[in-house]
């Protein structure tokens, strides 16, 4: 293994530098029309930038030693986005959707590991099934920076952080109203409406609601939601302003937990493959129901030339009652259905938290040296208190599934009296500083440093376990900004996540789960095309890591570590005025390292992934006004294993390639009609199989929208 992988590694990086130059190739005709259209229209693709919120201070992105990926609202609804994993399915470094299509939860992987989640800057704590809802419709962008990343935020996954930036009030009034309807009996309205409050627009207000509902994958299941977020700015004078924000979600239906038996998925049967809409849960008596509310505000003020200070702070809440048989579970996973039965899920509960962020900005400028420093201190709380059981004993043995091809539903309910009381709760101050230099507008460099104080509390049943951990991350990078646009650098980053439950091998809570990262890359944006093409290798682990040991029993271990390596391509290119391409290639070898294993392949991660969109508009025939989109997304060969502990039977799950289709009709200025088809081709796949599961990809999916603007 160890012998191999530098080998794999080169054989990656030459790849991802060849289709890092597929848009040449594509373009090499058109590149003497491409500089002329960046002559007359410079706008085509601006400078990304990310806002302060994701980075603490507005810095473009080429101009950044980290990987950052953006996904504008244009993207957004070019594409049809209805859950966050949808939208990083053209971005690099991102695994989407790895348990299959779940509509009450989002899955994604980023460079192997989960990321962590902010609205506006502020912490979107995840808790099992406990998870804040984003609403895609209510979104100006995502951010999404990779690798550790906790010099910003404190304590936080080491995959890297999603930054969703909410819908806030516009200088000049706008308006909009769409319907969508679609297959799975899918429908949606939606209002946007941002104006001026008093005559002077110095007070603003935004409302933005949406109405969507839709029948889930799996045979009975399904999803209503309701979602609205007013908005109001004021601006107090030219140096400061005030935001406040609120919004409402409120999810009601039927879940789809798609686990399926490896047997009649991933090994053929006597009766054929199970059908990827077969409910092994029973609609009779399951239910989703979340609830969640979200009160903040955002402060801007500039104190003077040099300094400015920021202030964010968030409150939200959610309620959740989760009621699933999530499992189709047999006793022999790969010959027969022998006593498939059914596993109950039962979540009911709710979620407190508060965040707080206060920062000081100064920018200032000495001989030949820009000088950036950015300061301050910030206060997160969180509470989760809610009763909980996952048991395959919840039937009293009157569940058996005896048809896996035709289950039964109805005259069965679970019996729920044992499930037990949890809380946990978790308290993070943290103070943190970065400085960036950028001298003779060349050389950029960067150092931060944060310490945290964390002090934590879990309640399970009769047991109570309390404690506090203290940390200090560090960060630094160094870019060089050539003069051709082309910008290599080298950044360290790290992240420690501090976890509540409980080892059951120690009785004890699990150590803190600490990360770091090495990261080269170069960043171009050459002058004769209007785009970038960026190149990253990281090197990416994790100390602490859990994972499961032993046959058929769930024992985690924080003896381990899981080191993750690859290369990343992203690419954004605005040929001609007409026509947009945008490529992805990545390359990751993940790792579980252990004392009891050694060294295995990680789980339900590719090790390749590619991505191509191209849209074009129809000038050239004589229909300026239809703009037509094709992608193609390409996921590679994933490891899972057949039970847990047993390491050398391995599921190996095919590559599968997907195709979208995207068409656009301006009517008039105020009218537009889009039609949407993801999957077009109606693949049927696995996403990932795993201790004797396996999970179907989403179906095709077909969306006809009608917006008016004003």
Not at 89 to 108: I, L
Not at 448 to 455: F, S
Not at 479 to 493: E, H, K, N, T, V
Not at 675 to 688: G, H, I, P, T
């Amino acid at each position: 293994m160890v012998a191999t992988r530098p080998t794999r590694l080169r054989q990656a990086i030459r790849t991802a530098l060849c289709f890092s130059l597929a848009p040449f190739s594509l373009l090499t005709s058109q590149s003497v029309m491409a500089e002329e259209v960046v002559q007359k229209d410079s706008q085509a693709v601006e400078t990304i930038v990310v806002t302060a919120s994701a980075l603490k201070v507005d810095t473009p992105a080429q101009e950044t030693p980290q990987s950052i990926s953006v996904i504008t609202q244009e993207d957004l609804e070019q594409k049809n986005v209805q859950k966050l994993d949808e939208a990083f399915r053209y971005t690099s470094g991102v695994a989407t959707q790895v348990y299959g299509s779940d509509n009450n939860s989002e899955w994604f992987r980023v460079r192997g590991f989960e990321a962590t989640r902010y609205l506006d800057g502020n912490r979107l704590y995840k808790d099992g099934y406990y998870a804040w809802v984003i609403e895609p419709f209510g979104l100006e962008q995502l951010e999404l920076l990779k690798g550790p990343s906790s010099i910003q935020f404190g304590e936080s996954y080491p995959g890297g952080v999603v930054n969703a930036v909410q819908k806030k009030p516009t200088d000049a009034p706008q308006g909009s109203f769409s319907a969508s309807v679609g297959n799975l009996d899918s429908r949606q309205f939606s209002l946007d409406v941002s104006d001026w409050a008093n005559e002077d627009g110095s007070q603003r207000y935004r409302l933005v609601a949406t109405y969507k509902g839709e029948d889930g994958v799996l045979d009975y299941t399904e999803n209503e939601r309701v979602y609205i977020a007013p908005s109001y700015s004021i601006d107090f004078s030219e140096d400061t302003s005030l935001t406040l924000l609120a919004s409402f979600l409120k999810d009601d239906g039927t879940p789809t937990g798609g686990f399926f038996p490896a047997y009649g998925t991933y090994f053929d049967t006597a009766q054929g493959k199970i059908s990827p809409s077969t409910n092994y849960g029973d609609p009779s008596y399951e239910t989703n129901e979340v609830t969640q509310v979200s009160l903040g505000y955002l402060i801007e003020h500039q104190i003077n030339d040099i300094w400015a200070f920021n202030q964010n702070f968030n409150y939200g809440y959610q309620d959740l009652k989760l009621i699933s048989s999530t499992y189709g579970w047999s006793s022999n996973l790969n010959t027969s259905f022998d006593n498939l039965s059914r596993d109950i899920v039962y979540d009911e509960g709710d979620v407190h938290s508060l965040t707080l962020d206060n920062k000081f900005m100064a920018k200032f400028d000495t001989s030949n040296v820009s000088h950036t420093l950015v300061a301050g201190v910030d206060a997160q709380y969180f509470r989760n208190k809610f009763k909980h059981l996952d048991s395959f004993g919840a039937w009293g043995g009157g569940a058996s599934l005896n048809d896996a091809f035709n289950p039964s539903y109805g005259g069965e309910t679970p019996d729920l009296s044992s499930a037990t009381q949890n809380k946990r709760e978790k308290s993070q101050l943290g103070l943190y500083a970065q400085y960036q230099a950028e001298v003779y507008q060349n050389l950029i460099a960067n150092l931060g440093a944060r310490y945290d104080y964390v002090d934590f509390e879990n309640t399970a049943a009769s047991t109570e376990t309390s404690g506090n951990v203290d940390n200090t991350t560090f960060n630094a990078g160094l870019m060089y900004l050539s003069d051709m646009g082309l910008s290599p650098y080298i950044s360290y980053a790290e992240a420690f996540e501090v976890l509540t439950s409980i080892d059951s091998s120690t009785g004890e809570v699990y150590k803190p789960q600490r990360g770091k990262q090495y990261e080269v890359g170069v960043k171009y944006t050459p002058s004769f095309l209007n785009g970038y093409i960026n190149l990253a290798w990281f090197d990416l682990t994790q100390e602490n890591a859990l994972t499961s040991v032993g046959s058929y029993t769930i024992q985690s271990s924080d003896t381990d570590e899981v080191v993750s390596r690859g290369v990343e391509v992203e690419s954004v290119i605005q040929a001609t005025d007409a026509l947009r391409i945008s490529a992805t290639y990545t390359y990751t070898d993940a790792k579980e390292v252990s004392k009891t294993k050694g060294e295995i392949d990680a789980v339900l991660i590719p090790e390749q992934q590619a991505s191509l969109w191209v849209d074009y508009n129809v000038a050239s025939l004589n229909l300026p006004e239809l703009t037509v989109g094709t992608g193609v997304r390409y996921v590679g060969e994933s490891i899972g294993y057949q039970s847990w502990g047993n390491y050398d039977d391995k599921y190996i799950v095919s590559s599968y390639t997907l195709v979208d289709l995207m068409a656009k009709y301006d009517i008039s200025k105020q009218w537009q009609a889009q039609v949407n088809v993801s999957n077009a081709l109606d693949k049927e796949y696995l996403a990932s199989c795993n201790s004797g599961y396996c999970y179907y990809g989403d179906t095709q999916r077909i969306t006809a929208t009608v917006n008016y603007n004003w």
